[in-house]
């Protein structure tokens, strides 16, 4: 990849190296960390090594040229925690980089619009659906609106106004998606606010890499974590019932909608935490939320997690002991090492994978597949 901005934006660290060296040094330094629990070689994930990233956040940056006239721009951090100017950036999606320069000179020829604008993030897909969320630092009006309207119509975008207190929808407050998972195709609508994978080729690649080596099982699987169904509906071709859980009611809502988006109706969401649930699972406590689910409905052998970045809690990590098959999708290898020290008293590990989500920083995400002894 080639971008002038290399060694100047903070964003990507590993900007000395070229995108296999980059990798490289990555892999190499989870295989260490890993070496003591097992020596079988990781499935590596490979990004694109430009234009990966279907979501991005800019800062806007005011200040003045030589004549004394204010100017704005996209900004990021340098490596010394300064404000670096941008007017590009090769990471993001090639729909993205296209509309950057785009809206912000629109932005700039309307004194409305620019008025206090703070920042700038974009939500894209590969179907080319983009919404831009602009964030202010004051109140936002009808005359907002009104030419906010005017800007969606000239780029063919949506536009969500936000500022303290305030969201303002025009069109809608989601994208739609979507992928091609082994040759099926599973649609998604992404809520502004709910969390999605960034790259969206390697996310794809991420739930191909777990269907294709576990079996299809006429038992449920219990997945913790669920977010908006991305692994969950494409895992639910592969077992009798699923049920999941999801702490966030942005993504529950948004898991209900791609259900019904991709007619799937062996799946039940229930919004608490993972440790709310083994509570629940386990009769250690009675939960309103589990009051129209049967638990002994359920015949469990496998459990799919992905949690965030601190991991496991001791709960969570006992219960997933009791399954047959665990498999575990960790943005954290550090805290995954953690949780595999438990793990694999009971069980072996049969697959490990390494996920280059996030090209030329030093962050890998990590995927390992056990079976009980």
């Not at 912000?104 to 939500?123: C, Q, R, Y």
């Not at 991305?230 to 999941?244: Q, W, Y």
């Not at 509570?279 to 939320?289: A, I, K, P």
Request: hydrophobic share 35%.
């Amino acid at each position: 990849m080639n971008c002038k901005y290399f060694g100047k934006c903070a964003s990507c660290t590993l900007h000395d190296k070229s995108y296999e060296e980059q990798l490289d040094f990555k892999v190499q330094r989870e295989k260490e960390r890993f070496s003591n629990f097992t020596s079988m070689d990781f499935d590596i994930i490979k990004s694109n090594d430009k234009n990966f990233r279907n979501r991005a956040e800019f800062r806007i940056w005011w200040d003045k040229d030589e004549n004394d006239n204010h100017t704005i721009s996209y900004a990021m951090n340098d490596f010394d925690k300064n404000i670096l100017e941008i007017d590009s950036c090769q990471i993001v999606s090639p729909h993205i980089q296209e509309i950057m320069p785009k809206l912000l000179d629109l932005v700039k020829k309307e004194k409305e619009l620019e008025n206090k604008l703070f920042a700038v993030e974009f939500l894209g897909s590969t179907t080319n659906d983009l919404l831009v969320t602009l964030i202010y630092h004051r109140k936002l009006d009808d005359s907002w609106n009104e030419l906010a309207k005017k800007l969606e119509l000239e780029l063919n975008i949506k536009i969500i106004g936000r500022s303290r207190k305030q969201k303002v929808i025009l069109t809608n407050d989601l994208i739609s998606e979507t992928l091609n998972i082994n040759n099926q195709d599973f649609k998604f609508e992404y809520q502004e606010g709910g969390f999605t994978q960034p790259n969206t080729n390697v996310n794809i690649q991420m739930i191909e890499w777990v269907l294709n080596n576990i079996n299809s099982s006429d038992k449920d699987l219990c997945e913790l974590y669920c977010g908006g169904g991305n692994f969950t509906i494409p895992l639910s071709t592969k077992f009798s019932k699923v049920l999941a859980t999801e702490i966030s009611k942005t993504s529950i809502k948004s898991a209900l909608r791609n259900c019904a988006l991709n007619d799937v109706s062996n799946i039940q969401f229930i919004r608490m935490s993972a440790e709310e649930f083994v509570q629940g699972l386990q009769g250690v406590r009675t939960f309103e939320r589990l009051k129209d689910v049967n638990l002994k409905d359920y015949n469990f052998d496998t459990i799919f997690m992905d949690p965030p970045r601190a991991g496991l809690d001791d709960v969570t990590r006992a219960l997933a002991k009791d399954f047959e098959q665990i498999i575990y999708i960790s943005c954290n290898p550090e805290t995954l090492h953690r949780d595999l020290q438990e793990l694999t008293k009971t069980h072996k590990i049969v697959k490990e994978a390494l996920f280059d989500q996030f090209a030329y920083t030093n962050h890998i995400e990590a995927g390992i597949i056990l079976k009980k002894k």
